[in-house]
């Protein structure tokens, strides 16, 4: 999980260096301010696609790992609830022989 936090966080970084660079290149451009203003429309639309492109695969993948992770877990814990499901049965068998012995044990010394 931290590698996906610091490559989003780099992500970011570099499409934020990107588009502060754009904007200041063409911002000192020399082209009209419609045609200046039309790039920087289509510019931030393409880079905005981009960063939903981006957010839409990681988000996919963690829903990924999320989904793995989960099942994991519950796979640990069925499992774990059968095991003590056994040893119960086990411990209770164990216990009863035990509580016989004893009463048995206590009937001969009376």
Same mark, same amino acid.
């Given at each position: ?5 610091? +490559?989003?966080?780099?992500?970011? &970084?570099? =499409?934020?260096?990107?588009?502060? &660079? $754009?904007? =200041?290149?063409? =911002? ?13 429309? #289509? #510019? ?12 839409? *695969?990681?988000? /996919?993948? $963690?829903?990924?790992?999320?989904? +793995? @992770?989960? +099942?994991?877990?519950? /796979?640990?814990?069925?499992? @774990?609830?059968?095991?003590? &499901? ?9 216990? #009863?022989?035990?509580?016989?012995? @004893? /009463?048995? /044990?206590? *009937?001969?010394?009376?």
């Amino acid at each position: 999980m931290a590698k996906n936090k610091n +490559s989003a966080g780099i992500l970011a &970084g570099l =499409l934020a260096g990107a588009a502060a &660079g $754009l904007v =200041l290149g063409m =911002l000192y451009a020399p082209e009209e301010g419609k045609k200046t203003r039309k790039k920087l429309r #289509k #510019k931030a639309n393409d880079l905005r696609d981009e960063a939903m492109d981006k957010y839409d *695969d990681v988000s /996919e993948k $963690l829903k990924e790992q999320y989904g +793995s @992770v989960a +099942s994991k877990a519950k /796979e640990t814990f069925d499992n @774990v609830k059968k095991g003590f &499901g056994k040893y119960k049965s086990q411990f209770s068998e164990a216990a #009863k022989d035990v509580a016989e012995d @004893v /009463e048995t /044990e206590l *009937d001969d010394l009376r």
